[in-house]
């Protein structure tokens, strides 16, 4: 069974720019979760779907971040335009239950640098 | 609170015990959970313990939780090169919501 995949796995744009990294979670898993960890920090919520439906998205930074799951299968997270401090490591993982137990799985994530 | 500390490095020689410290502040934490971070790679669960219990064993790991201290620790016995990784503690709480709450990583190096 193939895990969770994400794309680019290195993204360098400059400030302004727009990015849009992709994120294919475990076939069959309704929940996917969008993480970000900035410059060595932790790693810190941004959104979690059930399927196609933002079920929390209270940790996304500013409206510069829109994330979509068009389908209920992948996910995007475009920046729009980016900032200096968008530069980090952005990690999707994707569950098949919703429950306290809760193991996620993680994607290898996305290192984007904004210059 | 939101806070969950880890000290950011930890150096041991192969074949010593480890001992990866995490302290977090919110009372309502439901489970906590152990992540290891290979270079290149996601994040891979290692174990977790659900907030009630204050010691779980799995083969090499061992995790105590200390729940009036708000104090979680992770020792991994006769530890190898391999174990070489970032290691993140992390929490759910009772909010209702599934998310994660992690540390800043701790970074063990083992010395050969």
């Known amino acids: 069974e193939a895990g969770v995949t994400q794309f680019p796995s290195h993204s360098v744009i400059e400030k302004g720019q727009t990015v849009t990294l992709r994120c294919d979670p475990i076939s069959g898993h309704d929940n996917l979760y969008w993480y970000r960890r900035v410059m060595g920090k932790e790693i810190k919520f941004l959104l979690h779907f059930v399927k196609e439906s933002k079920q929390d998205e209270s940790g996304m930074p500013n409206n510069r971040f829109l994330a979509e799951r068009t389908g209920g299968t992948y996910s995007t997270l475009k920046v729009q335009p980016a900032e200096l401090e968008d530069s980090g490591v952005y990690f999707c993982?994707?569950?098949?239950?919703?429950?306290?137990?809760?193991?996620?799985?993680f994607g290898p994530g996305t290192r984007l640098t904004v210059t | 609170g939101e806070d969950v500390e880890q000290s950011l490095f930890l150096s041991v020689r192969e074949g010593d015990s480890s001992v990866i410290n995490c302290t977090y502040t919110d009372s309502s934490s439901t489970y906590l959970y152990w992540y290891k971070q290979e270079p290149g790679a996601g994040l891979q669960l290692l174990t977790y313990i659900f907030s009630n219990m204050d010691m779980k064993q799995d083969q090499r790991l061992t995790v105590l939780l200390n729940k009036k201290d708000k104090h979680l620790s992770l020792r991994i016995a006769d530890t190898q090169t391999g174990d070489s990784a970032i290691y993140f503690c992390?929490?759910?709480?009772?909010?209702?919501?599934?998310?994660?709450?992690f540390g800043t990583g701790t970074r063990l190096t083992v010395i050969p």
């Open positions: 992390a929490e759910t709480r009772q909010t209702g919501a599934n998310n994660l709450f």
């Open positions: 993982a994707s569950s098949q239950g919703v429950s306290l137990k809760n193991e996620q799985y």
